[in-house]
Structure formats: C-alpha cells, structure tokens
C-alpha cells in the first residue's frame, strides 16, 4: 500500500528541554523511537547529522550574541530608520513597526536561527536537508552578498577617510562662510552640503555615470585597510571573527550614548525630538506605511542573507536560539529608535542654528544623512574634532560587523558545500574571496563612485533579497515542515509553533511578504543623487544585476529536474522531499 510520509526530523529537539535530548549523532535512534518515524531501519536524510571535523563553534554563547547584534545592527539603523519613521507618521510609526516585528521580522530572525543551529551546515548545502530542488536558493544568496560587499565596504572606506581627514584643527568640510551664530561656544554654519561633497568626495568631478572619473588612490588605501582587518578577522573562523567582535559591536553603544548626550545638551535639541516623535495618526490609514514598517524591519534584521544560518551553524546543537532570537531583535530595535534621538537632536540643533522647520535639514536620507547632514553639524560644535573622530569611528565598527556577518555567510556556504576541497584550505580561500571583493568595489572608488554605490544599493540586493525571503519561507514552510504540523507539537517553549506558524504559506506575514515584493517591483520611482538624475539605460542595468542572482533559484530548479535519473514520481520525490522517494505517497 501507499506509505504514509514521515514526519521530518526533530527541529524541535534544537532547543528541547526534555531529558535526554537528541545529539547530532544519533538521528537513528530518535526516527525509530518515534511513532511513525520508522524508515526501513536507517536515519532518514536531512536528518541531524555531525558536522565536519574542523568545523569549529563558538567559545562562548556572549561571542555569538555580539556577532548577530553586530550583522543586525549597521549602518542602516542609523540612517534609515529615523528617515522611515519621521516620513511615517513619526510616533504613530511605531505601532505598525513593533506589529510587523512581532508577526513577522522575528519568526523570520528565528526560523534562520534555528535552521543553521540544527542543521549546522551554510546556505548552499542546507537545501539538500530541507528541500533539495530550493537550492539555488543557496546560490542566490552568496551573489547577493558578494554585490553587497562591492558597495558596502565602500561606504565604511569613506568613514575611514572621514575618521582620518577629522585629525585636524579645522574639520576640511567645515565651510568658510559664517552664518548666524549664537554664540560662541556654538560656533558658526557651514557651507551647504554641496560643499561638503566638494571638499571630501570631490564628486563635482564626475559627470555622472557617463564619465565616473579615475580611481582615488586615498580611497583605494582605505579600502584596501579595510579589507585587510576583514581577512584577519576571518581567515581562521569564529576563533578570530569572536574575538574582534567584543570591541566593533560594543563600541558603537559607548559611542551612541556620548552623542546622544551631547545632542540633548543643543539648544533646539527638543525641536528635533518633537519633529521625530510627533505622531500622525493619520498616516496609520496608509497602505504604504504598513508596507514601509514591514521593509524595515526586514532589512534591519537580515533574514534571507544567509547570515544568521552561517552563524547559528557554529552553535551548540542544544543551544537555546528561541531565546536568542528574541533578545537580538530586542536590541536591534531598540539600537533603531536610539539612533533616532542622536540623530533629530542634532537636527533640531541644525534648524535652529538656520532659524529654519527641522522638516528642510531633514531631507538627506541613507549615506547622505551620515556624510553630509550630520558631519556639518558636528563642525558647529565645541569639540568637533573630537566629536567628528568618534562619530566615523562608530560607522567604522558597525559597518565592520556587518561585513564580517555577510561574508562568513559565503564562505560557510561554499566550504560546507565542497569540504573535500575547502576544508584545509580556508585562509586560502578567504583571501581569494576577499580580492573578488576588493577588485568588484574599484569602481566605487572613483570620483563618481557614489553613483555606482546608489545602483548597487537599490538593486544588488532590493527585490531580489525579498524575493529570495519569500521562496525560503514557502520551501521551508510547505516542503520542510508539511503545514509546520510538527513545529505545532515539537518545537518547545510553549507558544514557539505559533510564532512560527506566522511564516506559513497561510499566515499573514506571507501575504505582506508577496505585498512589498509586488509592490516593490512595480513601484519604483526614478533615481536621483545629489539632483543627478539616473540614465534609463542605468535602471536596465540595475535590473540585470538583481536578476542575476535570483535567476540561480529557477535555472538550479530545472537543472535538477533534467539531469536526476528516474521517472517523474522518482524525481519530484528527491528534488523536493529531503526523505526520498518512499515518502511520496
């Protein structure tokens, strides 16, 4: 007769509190003491197995928290979330935000967690255990960091050539023509951020993507800094990235909390504040908001980037991520809103200085609000050498986190997915990563490499990354978990299967999800910088990029399809269910 298909592995056993609970190494034992769970005799695949010789864990759990607290909070949580909430109905912002957090960013964060704790493997080889013909998923993933990496370590060159140019007596943006002072101990206004961009960037330059510019060699050696504390924080593991992390995630607190009482101590302080807290009720009305609230807890928390697997994959088998899970995106979210006061109390600083509504020194947003908006208010300030010194040294240590996060999601892919060749080898292998990274971002280094950096941050990883999210969570949800009946009678504390249950194909976050991406593809307003107005050819371009990451997910698809042997009901049997073909009914 038909046989019934088995129940997948025991997920649940990762954070079970229960005597005795089941080890990596003894996947046999739990499938034949479990009704139903009988498979000839033999451990099913895809069930827990040991991980390679080698493979290393962390030394302790605090590492490990640092290192996620480290990827989830970057640079965006700076100089995203304050612009999103103001934009948003400021106060009242915060209702769809903590909703969407709570019904869908954390079951996200936490079903990566627990993924890459149980399975202990990367990105790539982790669909062979959950659903096979997914894989490109794995695929699509690295892509998607390895764009990212282009731009981003890009941006934390600049803030070391900021942090560096900040050793001096008179700032080099701070302008030459006064404007009202109040005193002196305010000190004076600067010149527009157009100034800014002259003395620093020197995009003037540039004439847009047509005529980018040759490569600055200050920034080149910045970048080339950068990347050489990435190699040595990375070439030997968690053992090195561990240690690094106790001070590039814990500084920046130190760091906020200084600017933020500095920032309360400016007059007009409380203008900004007011001007990011005031709620609009109204704007609750919006559809976008909804959708904006659920974007930004997405990209704050970083699911789909293959991250918080690779992480949680150095975890010990029987480490509590439910509770990790909940306590790093408590911090995330709470970094987010702190940010917002250190940035609006300068603001308000700002418009009272102009005698001007915090709404017109308010416009800047992304890497405009950290390089021209901020840094020309910190040169207003008594002590701004050494205010300018310890703000770019803060973006340094949060946009550090985040690399080290996206690229040991790479290479614990690519390793656990060809050990025999990698496993002996992985200094090696990060050195060569890190020169097709360093090599990729050369030109983001020229006069017009801001432009190039916008492209690659709108499309390297926008709909892609969101698209890539929605078919992890339908793999995982209705292949992996077959309607998550096992999550429901498995997963412990009490109350985990119903927070999980919310990434299901039929819970609601799924529809949101399917929402920002339809909306995000057919909602795309032209790009501009700096009033430069993008070409048509560059969006195309842009297009391209994005799908050359996500075309891995329906080419692996059909790869997989053609070349496994056997007749149909053979091949949809090991393609899609980890268990094989006898759970085919």
Known sequence: GTRRQPDPPLLGSVISHGKNPPSPSCSARVLQGSPGRQHGGTALPGTCQPPRAGRGSWAKKWIFLLSVVGFAVDLGNVWR?????????????????????VFGG?????????????????????????????????????????????????????????????????????GAHPGPSHGDALGVLTTPAVGQRGKVLEIQKSGGLYDVGGIRWQLLLCLFLIFTIVYFSLWKGVKTSGKVVWVTATLPYLVLLILLVRGATLPGAWRGVLFYLRPDWGKLLSTAVWVDAAAQIFFSLGPGFGVLLALASYNHFH???Y??????????????????????????YMAEMRDVEVEDVARDK???LLFITYPEAIANMMGSTFFAVIFFLMMITLGL?????????????????????????????????????????????????????????????????????????????????????????????????????????????????????????????????????????????GHLVGASSFVCIPVYMVYKLVWTPGSLKQVRATSAWPWGQDAVP
């Open 323 to 348: 509770r990790d899970a909940l306590v790093t995106s408590a911090v995330n979210c709470l970094t987010s809103f702190l940010s917002g006061f250190v940035i609006f109390t300068v603001l308000g």
């Open 366 to 368: 992304g890497p405009s």
């Open 81 to 101: 979330f304050p612009y999103i909430c103001y934009q948003n109905g400021g106060g009242a912002f915060l209702i769809p935000y903590t909703l969407m957090a």
């Open 106 to 174: 954390v079951p996200l964060f936490y079903m990566e967690l627990a993924l890459g704790q149980f399975h202990r493997t990367g990105a790539i080889p982790i669909w062979r255990r959950i659903c096979p013909i997914f894989k490109g998923i794995g695929f699509a993933i690295c892509i998607i960091g390895l764009y990212v990496s282009f731009y981003y370590n890009t941006i934390i060159a600049w803030a070391l050539y900021y942090f560096y140019s900040s050793f001096s007596g008179t700032l080099p943006w701070q």
């Open 319 to 321: 480490n509590n991520c």
């Open 401 to 541: 986190d985040s690399t080290f996060g996206g690229l040991e999601a790479v290479i614990t892919a690519v390793m656990d997915e060809y050990p025999q060749v990698l496993a002996k080898r992985r200094e090696l292998f990060v050195l060569g990563l890190i020169t097709v990274c360093f090599l990729g971002s050369l030109s983001t280094l020229t006069y017009g490499g801001a432009y190039v950096v916008k492209l690659l941050e709108e499309f390297g990883a926008g709909c892609s990354i969101l698209a890539v999210v929605l078919l992890e969570t339908i793999a995982v949800s209705w292949f992996y978990g077959e309607s998550l009946s096992l999550l429901q009678s498995t997963w412990k504390p009490a109350g985990t299967a119903r927070v999980l249950g919310l990434t299901h194909p039929r819970g609601c976050f799924f529809w949101l999800l399917q929402f920002i991406v339809i909306s995000s593809l057919l909602e795309q307003p032209p790009l501009v910088l700096f009033g430069y107005q993008y070409p048509v050819w560059s969006t195309s371009v």
